[in-house]
């Protein structure tokens, strides 16, 4: 003899599973219909009307496909080398981009760190002034020989109580230009009392002994250029270091200075830049 509470479980449980029974046969003619579809590819406009009548359609955002990222023109540092033994490719170094985009970077040269507490903030520039090392002569034209001769002149800095090597950009006699101080940030240590708004660029050399290579005068043009062109500085406002009044020195030298006078003259315009 069963009792009420069995009949309801009894009547209960039948409910349920003619509910299961028609949700699995509704689930099954859906996967048929859907596998109709894929089978037949949603090759027709039909098909395409009914899959989107039924189906709502992701709310995903489009994804574009990848594109490469392009080197700005001039921002390769070192172009591709390919071994003429081996065959094998040197990839092309990027530089750091910036004002002037193929300038390599700092941590090319050096792992030291600027000490931020003893710089100021670079403010907006309105000059350029461009100096030598006024060292002894240099000639060397390697990698390891430019970046030992800025090391060296890092350090004297240092020494000077300075936060970093003075100068923004440095260029070698092979025509490479290096990255010194962050002109985006740092103001320079590089002409006395006058380094406000003021971006300095170094040749490495004595040019009071000695003369700058072609490779080094015209890739200081290019620097030079590139600086007037970015922010907006006249070939007027382009300075040598003995050109400031009240900080007169030797610097950069008569063999330096007369070239610096000869680019001014025609405007300091480069055909490379970038």
């Known amino acids: ?18 509910s299961v029974a028609r949700g699995t046969a509704i689930a099954r003619r859906t996967f048929v219909f859907l596998g109709a579809l894929v089978a037949a590819g949603c090759a ?11 189906l709502p359609s992701p709310d995903w955002p489009a994804i574009p496909d990848p594109q490469p990222i392009a080197t700005p023109p001039g921002a390769v540092c ?9 065959k094998q490719v040197t990839q092309a170094e990027v530089c750091y981009g910036g004002p002037v985009p193929f300038a390599r970077p700092r941590t090319m040269w050096t792992r030291g760190i600027p000490m931020r507490a003893e710089m100021d903030r670079m403010l907006r520039p309105q000059y350029v002034t461009i100096h030598h090392d006024g060292m002894t002569p240099f000639y ?23 936060g970093d090597i003075g100068y923004h950009y440095i260029v070698d006699r092979a025509g490479n230009v290096w990255q ?6 740092y ?5 006395r009392n006058r380094n406000e708004h003021n971006v300095g660029v170094m040749c490495l050399g004595n040019f009071v002994e000695q003369k700058p290579s072609e490779a080094q005068i015209e890739a200081l043009n290019r620097t030079v ?5 970015y922010y907006r500085i006249a070939p007027k406002d382009v300075y040598t270091h ?16 007369s070239k610096v006078r000869l680019l001014r003259k025609s405007g300091f315009k480069s055909s490379a830049l970038a």
Not at 1 to 18: E, F, K, P, Q, Y
């Open 78 to 86: 070192v172009p591709e080398k390919v071994d003429p033994v081996t």
């Open 44 to 54: 027709t406009s039909r098909s395409q009307t009914v899959a989107s009548s039924r």
């Open 187 to 191: 103001q320079g240590a590089h002409v």
């Open 180 to 185: 010194g101080r962050d002109v985006l940030v």
């Open 1 to 18: 003899m069963t009792n009420d509470h069995d009949t309801i479980r009894s009547v209960g449980s039948a409910a349920l599973d003619a």
């Open 225 to 229: 250029a590139q600086l007037c062109r």
């Open 140 to 162: 060397g034209t390697t990698d390891a020989e430019a970046k030992a001769r800025l090391e060296l002149i890092r350090n004297g800095h240092r020494g000077k109580g300075w």
């Open 242 to 257: 003995r050109e400031w009044k009240g900080a007169q020195t030797a610097c950069p030298g008569d063999n330096l200075q």
